[in-house]
T-cell receptor
Framework: KQEVTQIPAALSVPEGENLVLNCSFT??????LQWFRQDPGKGLTSLLL?????REQTSGRLNASLDKSSGRSTLYIAASQPGDSATYLC??????????FGPGTRLSVLP | GAVVSQHPSRVICKSGTSVKIECRSL??????MFWYRQFPKQSLMLMAT?????????EQGVEKDKFLINHASLTLSTLTVTSAHPEDSSFYIC?????????????FGEGSWLTVV
């Protein structure tokens, strides 16, 4: 059974810093992995989707990497801004199953 | 791109009443839809998987008589919380997929915040 963990649980950084969020999964036979952003009281926003055959995906200041063999994915945020403050969730998808979400990392970017 | 619409985004209902949440795939046929719920400060947890035209498959611990899921068409699935109680207050989100053959892309709705008072 797939299990997804995220480290750290919470992170507070000053504006402008580059930061890395970590996601680990126990079953490396994933089909894809997705990173989401969740703002307080709001829904999910899909940030990046990495297929199992890919090593990384980039969108603006965000870069997500995937290492299936080690069961890890990282989300890199460059030049963080206060508007990046949110909870970031990763979710692993195994073929024929469903998304398993991590508990999230609560990010606060201080102005 | 494909869009999944969820409605309502927020709903407040009285204890003991029922509330329905809709999940629509706007520009594709969703053979499978998933329903998740999220308790405060916890991760999203799968409640049930529904395939068009068949009964939903519920995860262990989810009361199927309380959380009625209907997937009557390829573009619409509904989740009805029956006889809602304050402990049912949560964030509910659906996702839809066109199926594994077409690349297994799964799209998420915006989610619905349910508050039972």
């Amino acid at each position: 059974k797939q299990e997804v963990t995220q480290i750290p649980a919470a992170l507070s950084v000053p504006e402008g810093e580059n930061l890395v969020l970590n996601c680990s999964f126990t079953d490396s036979a994933i089909y894809n992995l997705q990173w989401f952003r969740q703002d307080p009281g709001k829904g999910l926003t899909s940030l990046l989707l990495i297929q199992s055959s890919q090593r990384e995906q980039t969108s603006g200041r965000l870069n997500a990497s995937l290492d299936k063999s080690s069961g890890r994915s990282t989300l890199y945020i460059a030049a963080s801004q206060p508007g990046d403050s949110a909870t970031y969730l990763c979710a692993a998808y195994n073929y024929g199953q469903n998304f398993v979400f991590g508990p999230g990392t609560r990010l606060s970017v201080l102005p | 791109g494909a869009v999944v619409s969820q409605h309502p985004s927020r709903v407040i209902c009285k204890s003991g009443t029922s509330v329905k949440i809709e999940c629509r795939s706007l520009d594709f046929q969703a053979t499978t839809m998933f329903w998740y719920r999220q308790f405060p400060k916890q991760s999203l947890m799968l409640m049930a998987t529904s395939n068009e035209g068949s009964k939903a498959t519920y995860e262990q611990g989810v009361e199927k008589d309380k959380f009625l899921i209907n997937h009557a068409s390829l573009t619409l699935s509904t989740l009805t919380v029956t006889s809602a109680h304050p402990e049912d207050s949560s964030f509910y989100i659906c996702s839809a997929t066109t199926g594994a053959i077409s690349g297994n892309t799964i799209y998420f709705g915006e989610g619905s915040w349910l508050t039972v008072v």
